[in-house]
């Protein structure tokens, strides 16, 4: 029987240990980035609006709840006046809350993303109370990202 030999594998001449990519190919990959940039890029760029809107539905779901909170233990929601502050420090006036709790409802008061306080009514115009943002631009109204994100439309 005869012993399989392997076959010496020939020695790497210095042209397949230098071979790169041509000027074409390197090309040919910048143009096809290039055209996927330009389709992704601008779909990406919507995304922080979009994420921007979730945050302030998602906020006003929290300050709702911790409203919620606020009138199972004092039975009554706070006026305008004290407004959401009163989810973080006991409120004086009127409607009084004789059972605040001890460390408030929440921690802090959120902004809405756009960097402005959270505002509040009561009575609300949409509900027994409102807790909205104006939305990108800071005034009521708008539309798409400019429009008002409230407790009203999370329903």
Known sequence: MLAHQAKPK????????????TL???????????ILAA??????????????VVK????????VSALNMYRLDNY????????????VNQPSGRPEAPNWKRGGYIEELPLDPWGRPYL?????????????SNGADGQPGG??????????SNR
């Open 76 to 87: 009554t929601y706070p006026s305008t006046e004290q407004g959401l502050e009163a989810l």
């Open 120 to 132: 509040y009514l009561n009575p609300g115009q949409h509900g027994e109370v409102d807790v909205y």
């Open 39 to 52: 389709v992704v890029v601008p779909r990406l760029m919507d995304e922080p609006d979009k994420a921007r």
């Open 10 to 21: 020939p020695k790497p001449t210095m042209r397949s240990l230098h071979r790169g990519f």
């Open 56 to 63: 302030a539905k998602q906020d006003v779901r929290v300050l």
């Open 24 to 34: 074409i190919e390197v090309l040919v990959v910048v143009v096809i980035l290039g």
């Open 143 to 152: 539309e798409e990202y400019a429009a008002d994100v409230g407790n009203w």
